[in-house]
């Protein structure tokens, strides 16, 4: 079975600094691994994915994210917060062939302090 | 805007009633999905169509049932309404539904039951 954990349901970050939010997954099979964002109100749209090409993935409004197999992670970053990034992440896998369902984590509240 | 459009946007209504939610897929897109986001189980898979196929199921209750039309568009109903079914559902889309495809989410429908 697959599962996606998220550590740290609120994080709290200045403008302009370092956005780390963690994800670990498991999966018996290569994952294929996303990072959704969702602002309040709103459905979930989708920052990144890795589908087994690049290990370091970016994404759109400067996020990226790298796939590190040996510690079955896969961390969002941004090196530098803006206060429209204030929204709620949410890490997801999906394993090929067993499914195709979108198993999502907790998610991660982001407060950008001015 | 991701293409996907759901109605309605709010619905309120009474334990033990039935209710239906709509959902239209991007246009080109064949793969619908359904999920529930509630404060308590966070975001969860509930099923999956697939021009006109169920694909996949998730932790979708008996109480509740779907289908996907000819035209693509999708329905979720809800049957003997509890006061925990009260949460947020989302609708998303992807072209043939494989596991490394984007799933575009709609706005979703926030469903009150009261």
Request: proline share 4%; net charge neutral; with cysteine.
């Amino acid at each position: 079975a697959q599962s996606v954990t998220q550590l740290g349901s609120h994080v709290s970050v200045s403008e302009g600094a370092l956005v780390l939010l963690r994800c670990n997954y498991s999966s018996s099979v290569p994952p294929y691994l996303f990072w959704y964002v969702q602002y309040p109100n709103q459905g979930l749209q989708l920052l990144l994915k890795y589908t087994s090409a690049a290990t370091l993935v970016k994404g759109i409004n400067g996020f990226e994210a790298e796939f590190k197999k040996s510690e079955t992670s896969f961390h969002l970053t941004k090196p530098s917060a803006h206060m429209s990034d204030a929204a709620e992440y949410f890490c997801a896998v999906r394993q090929g062939a067993a499914g195709n369902k979108l198993t999502f984590g907790g998610g991660t509240r982001v407060l950008v302090k001015p | 805007d991701s293409g996907v459009t759901q109605t309605p946007k709010h619905l309120i209504t009474a334990t033990g009633q039935r209710v239906t939610l709509r959902c239209s897929p991007r246009s080109g897109d064949l793969s619908v999905y359904w999920y529930q986001q509630s404060l308590d189980q966070g975001l969860q898979f509930l099923i999956q169509y697939y021009n006109g196929e169920e694909r996949a199921k998730g932790n979708i209750l008996e109480r509740f049932s779907a289908q996907q039309f000819p035209d693509l568009h999708s329905e979720l109903n809800l049957s003997s309404l509890e006061l925990g079914d009260s949460a947020l559902y989302f609708c998303a889309s992807s072209v043939t539904g494989g596991p490394g495809e984007t799933q575009y989410f709609g706005p979703g429908t926030r469903l009150l039951v009261l």
